[in-house]
């Protein structure tokens, strides 16, 4: 009888060991998962398949050995308002790591309220920081014909958010695209969208920030 006890006493801790192991491995172990929430700029609106600076990212990670799944929930068109809207649930259904916010262009497009937009990104951070996500902005810049105090005050906003909510930041995500002199090369006949020459340079400003978030 004393053998039979101590056996189960074994057991129970041996079985006590494996559930804490579960409990906690798999946490430090999980596969990064990348969310991209954006617009036609990650949406590879008039690219081809598999060209646009998204799926380059997972050739980036596939390089560097990062083991990590991307999500591209951009939809071109979309606002900070939608992207708002859609974020509670694609964070249910992803549970994702770090959360890349590519929104704000098309509200500038349509003259939205800055405060608005503001706002927005500031929920959208803030839920998904929530959530247990990191999260980093990508920052936008407008043409000089929108007015400087305009411009100023939206470029400025970004970093208004990520200050506030400790965020990684990309000031300005469309650098050495937008605002080089020979731009409209890099640009679709539209003048909005980049081509697919730019869409290496777009992962080039991403790229930094985004490897600081993941782990080493």
């Known amino acids: ?27 430090a172990a999980a596969e990064p998962v990348i969310l991209v929430l954006g617009d036609s700029l990650s949406a590879e609106y008039g690219l081809k398949r598999g060209s646009g600076w998204v799926p380059l990212l997972e050739q980036r990670l596939a390089r560097e050995g990062v083991p990590a799944r991307v999500v591209n929930a951009s939809i071109s068109g979309d606002t900070t308002s939608g992207g708002r809207a859609r974020l509670p649930a694609l964070l249910a259904q992803h549970r994702p790591t770090h959360v890349v916010i590519e929104l704000g262009g098309n509200d500038a497009l349509r003259g939205l309220p800055l405060q608005m937009t503001e706002a927005n990104i500031a929920a959208m951070t803030e839920a998904a920081q929530k959530s247990g996500a990191r999260v980093l902005l990508l920052g ?16 400025a906003l970004y970093e208004q958010v990520a200050r506030r909510y400790d965020a990684a930041l990309v000031p300005f995500f469309l650098k050495d695209v937008a605002d080089v002199p020979d731009a409209a090369r890099l640009f679709q006949p539209d003048r909005i969208h980049p081509t697919a020459e730019a869409q290496p340079i777009m992962l080039a400003n991403v790229w930094p920030e985004l490897k600081k978030l993941l782990p080493k």
């Open 1 to 27: 009888m004393e053998c039979v006890l101590f056996g189960r006493r074994q057991i129970l801790e041996a079985a006590a060991a494996l559930a804490l192991a579960a409990v906690t491995l798999p946490a």
């Open 140 to 155: 936008m810049q407008l043409p000089p014909n929108y007015g400087r105090d305009y411009g100023e005050r939206f470029a």
